[in-house]
């Protein structure tokens, strides 16, 4: 559940940092599409890119770290990177 007050909030930039800009998560992506296999561990063995995830999204509108990253393996077999 989304803090009430970070709920009413969302659409302000005050509590952005100050050269941080409020984006849609649809426009700043390259791709929304499908999870890398967790069972391929090469896929986030070592990983690089961040991979945002719905618990990375559930306690705030903003997203200033993940919980996994992926590899550039899974990114060149998962989304022909």
Do not use: C
């Not at 998560?25 to 967790?38: E, G, H, L, Y």
């Not at 999204?57 to 550039?72: A, F, L, V, W």
């Amino acid at each position: 559940m989304i803090n009430k007050d970070i709920k009413n909030n969302h659409k302000s930039n005050n509590h952005l940092p100050p050269n941080w800009k409020m984006k849609k998560f649809k426009d700043i992506v390259n791709n929304i599409s499908q999870t890398p296999a967790r069972k391929k561990s090469e896929f986030w063995k070592n990983g690089i890119y961040h991979w945002v995830s719905i618990t990375d999204m559930r306690d705030s509108p903003i997203i200033k770290s993940t919980k996994g990253k992926i590899s550039q393996i899974a990114l060149n077999n998962v989304f022909n990177g």
